[in-house]
Each structure stands twice: as C-alpha cells, then as structure tokens.
C-alpha cells in the first residue's frame, strides 16, 4: 500500500504532496523534512531504496527534484524485484513517461506562477498610479486651502479697516456735532452782545450845546 507521494526541490520545498494515509499537519511537515533530509544525504552509489520507520521509501532524482514513494515493505520487495528483473521496461515505459507528465506539469505550475507575478507587478503599477492620483489631489486641496485660508485673512484685514474707518467716520460726527454745538453758543453770545449795544442810551449832543458858558 502507498502511504503518501512527495516531489521535493533540492531546497526542500514540496511542490506536490499526496497522501493515502490521514496524518495532521504538524506531522505532515515532520515527515516532509525528514524525507528531504534523508534524500538529499544519500549516497548516489546507493539504492533509491531506504527504510523509514516501519516502511520503505522509494525516491528518484529528476533534475532538480526528488520523488519519493512511501510503501509498504512487501510492495516495495516487489517494486525491488520488478527493477532487478526488468529495469530496462521499468526506465523507458513507466517512469520516463510519469517523469515527461510531472515536467509538463512543473512547467504549468510555474507558467502560473509567472502569470500570478505578471498579475501582481500590475496590480502595483495601478496601486502605484493611484497613490500617485491620492497624492497630487492631496496637493492640490492642500493649495485650496492655503488659498482659502490666506483669503480669510484678507476678509478679516479688511473688516478690521472698515471697522476702523467707521470709528473715525463716528468720531468725525461727534466732532462735527461738539463744532456746531460750540458755533451755535457763540452766535448766541454774539447775538445778545449785539442786543446789549443797541439798547444802550446815545450822548445828548443838543443839550450840551444849550448849556450856559
């Protein structure tokens, strides 16, 4: 019975995982580092066949990735048996064509990475673009305010004047009201002076002609 299937990078890093047997995901992870570790640490002259626990791993090296079967013992003496009687009908028919699948299908795999990095470099390029629009609206209602700001000062400075001149316009009255206050006295104190002169007695000139010498 196959317990689980792993393809691995040489980093460690499983980009394709299947597993027969249920397991938690803290376990998957340990089992996952354990058979990349053992793996990659292996001898090239030895087998691609090694215990692990109570089963057998069967692994082959692709390039740059590792596929590693987890069976039981008696389907991995089996497996054993097939590649020592028939390696040649094992190579060329069964893995090299699963081999040719698992390539096609890594090729996918990143054509949809490039396609998820061609995404996201455009989805910055418009994020950039419009932080860029943020920014110079930003700019701009900041100037609006500076100008709406600035004309408030002008309104306050030239209220400021008008009430100013309204308190000189109100001063002026007063004064022009105390100046007429002050004439009308004084042509009131002219006119009874005027009054006073004509009632006063003239000199008897004919009188003082008759007056005996």
Same mark, same amino acid.
């Not at 299908?105 to 998820?116: F, H, M, P, R």
């Not at 100008?147 to 007063?174: G, I, Y």
């Given at each position: 019975?196959?317990?689980?299937?792993?393809?691995? *990078?040489?980093?460690?890093?499983?980009?394709? !995982?299947?597993?027969? #047997?249920?397991?938690?995901?803290?376990?998957? *992870?340990?089992?996952?580092?354990?058979?990349? +570790?053992? #793996?990659?640490?292996?001898?090239?002259?030895?087998?691609?066949? @090694?215990?692990? +626990?109570?089963?057998?791993?069967?692994?082959?090296?692709?390039?740059?990735?590792?596929? !590693?079967?987890? #069976?039981?013992?008696?389907?991995?003496?089996?497996?054993?048996?097939?590649?020592?009687?028939?390696?040649?009908?094992?190579?060329?028919?069964? &893995?090299?064509?699963?081999?040719?699948?698992?390539?096609?299908?890594?090729?996918?795999?990143?054509?949809?990475?490039?396609? #998820?990095?061609? &995404?996201?470099?455009?989805?910055?390029?418009?994020?950039?673009?419009?932080?860029?629009?943020?920014?110079?609206?930003?700019?701009?209602?900041?100037?609006?305010?500076?100008?709406?700001?600035?004309?408030?000062?002008?309104?306050?400075?030239?209220?400021?004047?008008?009430?100013?001149?309204?308190?000189? &316009?109100?001063?002026?009255?007063?004064?022009?009201?105390?100046?007429?206050?002050?004439?009308?006295?004084?042509?009131?104190? &002219?006119? @009874?002076?005027?009054?006073?002169?004509?009632?006063?007695?003239?000199?008897?000139?004919?009188?003082?002609?008759?007056?005996?010498?």
């Amino acid at each position: 019975m196959i317990r689980f299937i792993l393809l691995q *990078n040489r980093a460690g890093k499983t980009r394709l !995982s299947k597993w027969y #047997v249920p397991f938690n995901p803290l376990e998957k *992870n340990k089992i996952e580092s354990e058979i990349h +570790r053992a #793996v990659i640490q292996r001898d090239p002259r030895n087998t691609n066949f @090694l215990e692990y +626990r109570s089963y057998k791993i069967i692994y082959r090296r692709y390039a740059g990735l590792y596929f !590693s079967f987890c #069976v039981d013992m008696m389907l991995a003496l089996g497996a054993m048996c097939v590649a020592e009687f028939s390696p040649q009908t094992l190579s060329s028919t069964g &893995l090299d064509a699963d081999m040719e699948k698992l390539n096609e299908y890594i090729q996918a795999d990143k054509t949809n990475e490039q396609s #998820v990095e061609t &995404l996201y470099a455009d989805l910055q390029h418009r994020f950039s673009v419009m932080k860029a629009d943020i920014s110079r609206e930003e700019t701009d209602s900041g100037a609006l305010r500076d100008e709406l700001k600035k004309a408030r000062q002008e309104l306050a400075t030239a209220r400021e004047q008008v009430a100013s001149l309204t308190a000189q &316009l109100t001063e002026s009255k007063a004064t022009i009201v105390k100046m007429r206050g002050a004439k009308n006295k004084a042509l009131a104190a &002219l006119g @009874l002076e005027a009054g006073m002169l004509e009632a006063a007695p003239e000199p008897n000139v004919a009188g003082n002609a008759t007056q005996p010498r």
